[in-house]
């Protein structure tokens, strides 16, 4: 297997993987809201305070790399889904963490 110098489409693929669960977070949570009735500022408050609901919110939110990793593939731009894989398990400690030692 050969593997490939680092470029470009590996760090725009490393930022998107990045963002785009942090932008998801609040869709996440609105979702949420919207489906167990709740108000968004209730459970915004909940996820800034309860260490086991923002680690359950975070990982329904890397989903989201999904869609990168998927559109990626179809275009064939392996270096661009691979940084988003990579993206994807820098959120894995922090999941853990909070999941399970915190």
Known sequence: MKFNKWTTQHTKGLIVGLISPLIFVPLTIL????VQNYDFDQLWHRFVLNRNY?????????????????????????????AVIIATFCFLPYIIYVKFIA
């Open 54 to 82: 923002r680690g359950m919110v975070i990982s329904v939110s890397v989903i989201s790399n999904l869609i990168w990793f998927y559109l990626s593939l179809n275009r064939e731009k392996y270096a661009f889904a691979r």
């Open 31 to 34: 979702i949420l809201s919207l």
